[in-house]
RNA sequence: GCGUCUGUAGCUCAGCUGGAUAGAGCAACGGACUUCUAAUCCGUAGGCCGCAGGUUCGAAUCCUGCCAGACGCGCCA
């Protein structure tokens, strides 16, 4: 693994312990996975348990330990080496901690904890993927904040990320939409209300249906004629979906995300025959009950439908056509699909189907799932008009937040700006801050909260960051020299070990698809930064404890905004 | 019925590739603004880590079974 001169102190450790146990032929890899952070500071920074020494060297752990603590030297990374029990713990000797940590973020500024292991090589993320002519409502949120943190992340590591934003714009719904159209809809209304009115059409067609299945029966046959090139039917089509386009814009623009690629589904109409020829031609499909299925018996799993038995195509034929057409426009290493869990065992079925295709490159599939998101712990549901329209929740976080600024900061400058930042911020931080696979009960009071583990929290600590460095007159970039000595008071040296962290953490939850991790992250650091603020002042007459302090508060302003960045959030100067 | 995921403080969650006394935030209570932004900080209280077995020197973490919830299991995506 390539280390991009990051401090590693694991490795170090692993280094002389190794030494010491040469003889006994232990790999420094097998030591440096041993050693683990103490559940208390007071224990050491880092700790090598000997338990499983034990074994090797037919010793207790508690003798190895003591015995390993006097054969060590310490310095200069550590400054003191002691037996606890079973254990070894290393305490960090804090002049070199500090120096090496800030001078590599002084340094590196805004790449700090990026890598090269990347080596420019391609990773595909599909995600968001809205459904035109649905409301983009707080359900799509998961799959738009995750897949832009990913990309990012893989971005900071070296990667180059393609962004595919995979619109559900092409199925039945769409023969639902045209029939309900037809029946109760009008060209005024829809342009007055727009997907407002395709909204309630869609509900208005459920609704009817369940009197009349007729319906449903229209609503394939105006598919029928979509597919097979009807031109009233295609025009309908093709509106509907320019008018979703236009409405989904607005929230991108809100959360600042783009993508590389607006591939939709339908883009892969003509690309699909393409799949079953090549599907029958290795004689993978199979007739079942009329329609052609890949078996999967022998990997315990149902079948994988590929075709209707009206000849017509599903979305795991359209989701295999899409991957051979990924891998061959873009030659990935990577291809990830952030989609909600519910459809785990439909991308465990077709990366199958695509590995008996006699693909290497199937084991490159990675679907990466997310909780459900439901309301008062009921489903969120279109067809029943239960949604919260994520363009709602933006603005209300917004007009909060400017209420706040109101309140508390009224003479800042560029309010509405800031407002944005910070309501967005929130809203996005709220939906990575836990752990992907939780499902999560939507309620306005948690996202429009800014108190605590928050977005607002972040940006806040480093809105106060940036105003010290301000009445310092610190600018940015500047050439810093400080004398890491002066770092010594507890507060300070946490905060720099938090700092010390952040590239393994990056790696961590790229490692993980887990954004999470970065998020956890950012609090722990801005906990820290808030207790050494509260309690050394930065602003001091002693010239050198002044520049050293103001260096660590530059690194974790820059720290914070790069990991913020990381998760697609803004983070203000002053709030 | 089969499968996947989840179950940790009143609530929301970390910790889960096994390691030292299980950690945060919210809510509650009590403190800290003449000093760099109190969207902050400090403290108190709050736990059969769903239950029961097993593996291990050691289990919230791994295995098995059970319980509860969510999701999925052929013509929606």
Redesign the pocket.
């Known amino acids: 693994m390539q280390k991009n001169g990051y401090l590693d102190y694991k490795e170090i450790i692993a280094e002389k312990v190794g030494t010491v146990l040469v003889e006994t032929g232990l790999e420094k890899e097998a030591l440096y996975a041993l050693i ?1 952070y ?3 500071e ?3 920074d880092l ?1 090598l ?1 000997c ?2 020494l034990s074994k090797l060297l037919k010793k207790a752990p508690n003798v190895i330990a003591q015995e390993l603590a006097g054969q060590i030297d310490p310095t200069p990374y550590f400054a003191a080496v002691k037996a ?2 079973p ?1 070894l ?1 290393f305490f960090l000797a804090p002049e070199f901690l500090v120096k090496t940590v800030l001078e590599k973020i002084v340094t590196d500024g805004a790449n700090y904890g990026s890598r090269t292991i990347g080596g420019g090589q391609n990773i595909v993320i599909d995600f968001s993927a809205p ?1 035109i002519a649905k409301p983009f409502h707080v359900g799509h949120l998961c799959s738009t904040v995750i897949g832009n943190a990913l990309y990012k992340i893989f971005e900071f590591l070296g990667y180059n990320c393609i962004g595919i934003n995979h619109l ?1 714009d092409w ?3 769409f023969g639902k939409l045209i029939t309900a159209y037809k029946k109760w809809g009008s060209a005024e209304a829809v342009e007055k209300g727009l997907i407002k009115e395709l909204m309630h059409l869609y509900v208005k067609f459920h609704t009817e249906a369940e009197q009349d299945p007729s319906l449903e029966d229209e609503a394939r046959e105006w598919f029928w004629k979509i597919e097979n090139g009807d031109e009233e039917a295609l025009a309908l089509w093709r509106w509907f979906k320019e008018i979703s386009l236009e409405e989904f814009q607005r929230v991108y623009d809100l959360l600042e995300i783009s993508f590389d690629s607006m591939a939709g ?1 339908s883009f892969y109409n003509d690309k699909i025959d393409a799949v079953i020829e090549e599907l029958k031609a290795k004689q993978l499909l199979e007739e ?4 052609a ?1 890949v078996n999967l018996d022998d990997y315990g799993m ?2 994988c ?1 590929i075709l ?3 000849g017509s195509t ?2 795991a034929t ?1 989701d295999i056509a899409a991957a051979l057409y990924r891998k061959k426009t873009y030659q990935f290493v990577k291809a990830l699909y952030v989609t909600g ?6 991308f465990k079925q077709w990366f199958k189907v695509v590995e008996l295709m006699g693909y290497e490159w199937a084991k490159d599939l990675v679907h990466v799932p997310f909780g ?1 998101v439901s309301l008062k712990g009921e ?1 969120l549901s279109t067809r029943k008009g239960r949604v919260v329209l994520l363009e709602d929740l933006l603005k209300t976080a917004i007009e909060k ?1 400017l209420a ?2 109101n309140e ?2 009224p003479g800042l400058l560029q309010k509405e700006e800031v407002a944005q930042m ?1 309501g967005v911020g929130a809203v996005v931080f709220g939906a990575l801050s ?2 992907r ?4 009960t939507f309620s306005w009071e948690e996202a429009l ?5 928050t977005g ?2 972040l940006q ?1 600590t480093h ?2 960051a940036c ?2 460095l301000r ?1 310092a007159g610190l600018t940015p970039g500047a050439d810093i020299t400080f004398v890491p000595d002066k770092l010594n008071e507890p507060a300070a040296l946490r905060v720099v070990k938090m700092l010390y962290l952040f590239p393994e953490k990056v790696l961590s939850a790229a490692n993980e698809y887990e954004p ?2 970065i998020s ?1 992250y950012l ?1 722990e650091l801005a ?1 820290s930064f ?2 050494f ?2 309690e ?4 001091v007459d002693d010239r050198d404890l002044q520049q050293a302090r103001l260096v660590l508060v530059w690194a974790v302003k820059t720290v914070l905004a790069t990991g913020l960045g990381l998760l697609g959030i803004k983070a203000p100067e ?2």
């Open positions: 683990e103490p559940p208390d007071k224990l050491g700790a348990p338990f499983q606890t029990g254990y713990n459904n559900g199925g039945t719904q589904e079942s009950e009329g329609a299925i149902p079948p439908l209707k038995k009206d599903l979305y359209r869990a519910a459809q785990s065992l439909h459900l489903k937040t706040i600024i508390k900061n910070v836990v752990n696979i939780k499902d999560v909260n800014f108190e605590g583990e607002p929290y806040y809105a106060r105003s010290i009445k999470s991790i956890r609090i906990h808030n207790g603020y509260h050394c002042q930065v602003l002053q709030m």
